[in-house]
């Protein structure tokens, strides 16, 4: 019940939105429920944010392992809200949460994913035996599949 309920909710939320789309006479429930979204969010966001504070602070407390990192983690918590609060929006130049954005967040993003990507595909080359022709097909279209998404493929074959 505990995740019916919310995965129930979810589903007829992105329902609604999607007929939205489709049946414009919903144009203004829709910004209703848009702008409560913000809200909720909002609310969502302090909560996690206390969460994540308290949490780390007593393993900060109790010198738990690792308690350095949980320390740098609140300083650079700190760091970015600070910044958020007292940025400049000046649209003639990039503001420091964008930098901050563009330079730290996404290719660190990148590199948690791409990391990730290799661990599936390691631990998939692992569990996958070739024994079959069926399997060997397999695994050659999802090599070929791999191999498009990355730049390396571009660079071979630009089609």
């Not at 203004?28 to 702008?35: K, R, Y």
């Not at 809200?81 to 649209?91: E, N, P, R, S, W």
């Amino acid at each position: 019940m505990k995740r019916t309920i919310p995965l129930m909710i979810t589903f007829f939320t992105g329902l609604f939105f999607m007929v939205q789309f489709f049946v414009p006479r919903l144009d203004e429930l829709s910004n209703d429920l848009q702008a409560s979204a913000i809200v909720i969010g909002t609310f969502a966001l302090y909560l996690a944010v206390g969460n994540l504070a308290r949490v780390h602070l007593m393993r900060i407390n109790r010198k738990q392992s690792d308690w350095e990192l949980s320390a740098v983690m609140l300083t650079l918590l700190v760091f970015t809200a600070v910044i958020g609060l007292y940025d400049k929006a000046d649209t003639k130049t990039e503001t420091n949460i964008a930098f901050i954005y563009k330079y730290v967040y996404s290719p660190l993003g990148a590199t948690m994913f791409s990391t990730l990507a290799f661990y599936i595909a390691s631990a998939a080359f692992r569990a996958f035996r070739i024994k079959t022709f069926e399997a060997s097909l397999l695994m050659i279209s999802g090599f070929l599949v791999m191999l498009g998404r990355v730049p390396l493929g571009a660079a071979i074959w630009d089609q």
